[in-house]
């Protein structure tokens, strides 16, 4: 991929400016919140009629990601244009960066490692940062040998397009991998990953600008049901060694990447002590949300800083808050929406909903975030809203 040698040296972006912005998500939608409120335009370019981020972007773009004309049009009127999730194609973003007067941050580069499993692995491993065992199928010949290579329970993944758990399945034996395989040739090109003994997961959300310097929100303690992300705690509960080894390992990251802007490393706590790193995200995460009720700086706002060519603003500590993810599983049968109340009621909480029309099942659809200072009280509110809506 061919890069403009200058892009480095484009002047900061001021109020005024449009920013572009491709995929219209919900944290796209943070994004275009935060660059508005700071006084710059944002285009939007997402397929979606209904992306959550058209509601508050200064225009809205409503065509394919590699639609040329589209693309034209961000190059040419937008001083900046950055990512809201990592499946968008990097060549578009190569493109805009080759053709165009526009700085593209984070760069294609850097989002396409990130967008598959197999370079982003091998890329971990370049950086010599520990990742968990794992063996790679690029195409059909390749499964024996892999499978013969791996121990089991294991979780095959397909190395592209996957997130909130799709395109994973957990598999308990070579011979159920095999006839999984067999009959799902479209998750090849894929990795199989061991089953890991996890204590717990973090992740890492951190900014870092053109210059290289780096800031790191509170590191978040990160639980999963079915493969999606449920609820995040800030800060995670581990000792701080294991929170500055997390910090450290991202940071060698975002600089082997050479990153502009806000991204995600996740992390594995093994119950043997081992702490490796499971994967990155080339944007803000969904376990930095609680960023946005807690602290100084939301990561977004952090985002709108660094794409607009700023140093990065120090986050101050949190001292509680907990994440809870909203699923469209909280809908009744008939689509009827949970009981909002329990959650407005409470003082501690705050209400996020990303304004998508169809809550379907495992689909994120909002989150709420509970605020305080004592973190069990913090985390027991958490999860006593969580079972109210839970049990509507
Ligand atoms: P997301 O987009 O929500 O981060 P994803 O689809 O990219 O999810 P992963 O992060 O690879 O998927 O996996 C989702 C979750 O499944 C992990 O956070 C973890 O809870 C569990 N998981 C994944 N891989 C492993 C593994 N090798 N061993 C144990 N648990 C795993
Ligand atoms: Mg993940």
Redesign the pocket.
């Known amino acids: 991929m061919q890069h403009k040698p200058d892009a480095i040296q484009h002047s900061p972006i001021l109020p005024g400016a449009t920013l572009g912005l491709l995929g219209g998500g919900q944290l796209g939608r943070y994004f275009v919140i935060a660059a508005r409120t700071a006084g710059y335009e944002v285009w939007v370019l997402d397929p979606d009629p209904y992306a959550p981020a058209a509601h508050f972007a200064s225009r809205h773009l409503c065509a394919a990601y590699d639609d040329p004309d589209a693309l034209k049009e961000l190059g040419n009127h937008c001083a900046a244009v950055t990512t809201e999730f990592e499946n968008t194609p990097a060549s578009a973003m190569a493109q805009l960066a080759d053709h165009y007067d526009c700085a593209v941050r984070p760069s294609a580069q850097a989002v396409s490692i990130a967008q598959d499993r197999i370079r982003e692995k091998q890329f971990f491993q370049l950086c010599d940062l520990p990742v ?1 065992h794992y063996s790679v199928i690029r195409s059909p010949a390749d499964i024996p040998a892999a499978l013969s290579s791996l121990s089991f329970p294991a ?1 095959i ?1 397909t190395a592209r397009f ?5 395109g ?1 399945v957990r598999v308990a034996n070579s011979e159920e991998a095999l006839t999984v395989l067999q009959n799902n040739l479209d998750l090849i090109p894929c990795v199989i ?4 003994d ?1 204590a717990t ?1 973090i992740s890492v959300v951190l900014g870092r600008s053109e210059s290289g310097e780096i800031q790191c929100f509170p590191v978040s303690e990160n639980q ?1 049901k079915d ?3 449920d609820i995040s705690i800030l800060p995670a509960r581990v000792n701080h060694q294991i929170a500055e080894q997390a910090r450290e390992m991202a940071k060698i990251v975002a600089h082997k990447l050479d990153y502009v802007g806000v991204m995600a490393v ?1 992390f ?1 706590l093994l119950k043997d002590g081992n702490i490796l790193l ?2 990155m995200a080339p944007r803000p995460h ?1 376990s930095g949300h609680a960023t946005i009720d807690a602290g100084t700086c939301s990561q977004f706002e952090q985002q709108v800083r660094l794409v607009c060519g700023f140093a990065p603003e120090s986050p101050a500590p949190v001292p509680a808050a907990v994440m809870v993810n909203i699923l469209g599983d909280s809908w009744g049968e008939d689509g009827v929406s949970p009981a909002w109340e329990y959650l407005l009621s409470n003082p501690q909480t705050r209400l996020h909903l990303y304004g998508k029309r169809e809550p379907r099942k495992g689909r994120k659809m909002g989150h709420f975030t509970v605020l305080g200072t004592d973190q069990n009280q913090v985390i027991g509110v958490a999860l006593s809203l969580r079972a109210a809506l839970q049990g509507h």
């Open positions: 968990g979780i993944k996957g997130y909130d758990g799709k994973q990953e061991q089953q890991l996890l997961e999963h493969g999606i992300l996740e594995f499971n994967e969904n």
